[in-house]
């Protein structure tokens, strides 16, 4: 029986292997990947990419959440809706907002 593979993630970055590992050994020898003028270059080319006049970016997913949640002005008082099946992190970004909806026991979703 043939064997049906689940994912080659190198055959998606092949044709550009060769420039991120290059990229990466670049950071790592100028220790320049937490700040820096890489993190300031990302932003300006993302914000152009996206059309927008800011970015930022962020460690994670969740802190994207946070910061988003506060520019909103999402705060105590606030009711912030989450999905039902989602990583544990979208639910604790919004944790401060007091109220969290989710899933009835009935419906499977809001």
Do not use: C
Request: hydrophobic share 45%.
């Amino acid at each position: 029986m043939d064997r049906i593979p689940f994912s080659n993630l190198f055959d998606a970055i092949s044709p550009l292997y060769e420039e991120y590992m290059n990229k990466i050994g670049e950071l790592i020898r100028n220790t320049d990947f937490i700040g820096g003028q890489e993190v300031d270059l990302f932003e300006k080319e993302f914000a152009s990419w996206t059309e927008s006049k800011y970015a930022v970016g962020t460690a994670n997913g969740t802190d994207s959440l946070i910061i988003a949640l506060k520019v909103l002005g999402i705060g105590p008082g606030d009711t912030v809706l989450v999905p039902d099946h989602t990583f544990i992190a979208t639910a604790e970004a919004v944790t401060l907002a007091p109220t969290i909806v989710t899933a009835s026991a009935v419906a499977i979703n809001v």
